[in-house]
């Protein structure tokens, strides 16, 4: 089992960057893939990236790609979220999640642990 702690979250303007963390415990995070989600007020929780255990392939959803990047530092236990060229629409609360296995995957439902989320605020 794994234990994930997001930070990082915080208010920002639009165009400002944020870098998410997410500190995982309890089994090395090298044992699974990873990937973040958010969830705006009153919408589904979304895919937002993901990567495989070795950081390489990742994935992107259509609305943050060319502006957020996934990585992973397996020694430290660690994955990220960097955020740039903020939205007001990226506002959310947003969720580190883990997969068994070494393969990613862009489907809520295929992930076996998560956060408690941190919130991501975008002022215009």
């Known amino acids: 089992q794994v234990q994930l702690v997001e930070s990082g979250g915080g208010l920002v303007q639009a165009g400002g960057s944020l870098r998410l963390s997410c500190a995982a415990s309890g089994r090395t995070v090298s044992s699974y893939a990873m990937g973040w989600f958010r969830q705006a007020p009153g919408k589904e929780r979304e895919f937002v990236a993901a990567?495989?255990?070795?950081?390489?392939?990742?994935d992107y959803a259509d609305f943050v790609k060319g502006r957020f990047t996934i990585s992973r530092d397996n020694a430290k236990n660690m994955v990220y979220l960097q955020m740039n060229s903020l939205k007001p629409e990226d506002t959310g609360d947003y969720y580190c999640?883990?997969?068994?296995?070494?393969?990613?995957?862009?489907?809520?439902?295929?992930?076996?642990?998560w956060g408690q989320g941190t919130q991501v605020t975008v002022s215009s």
């Open positions: 999640a883990a997969r068994r296995g070494h393969v990613s995957s862009l489907v809520r439902g295929e992930y076996d642990y």
């Open positions: 990567t495989s255990w070795s950081g390489y392939p990742t």
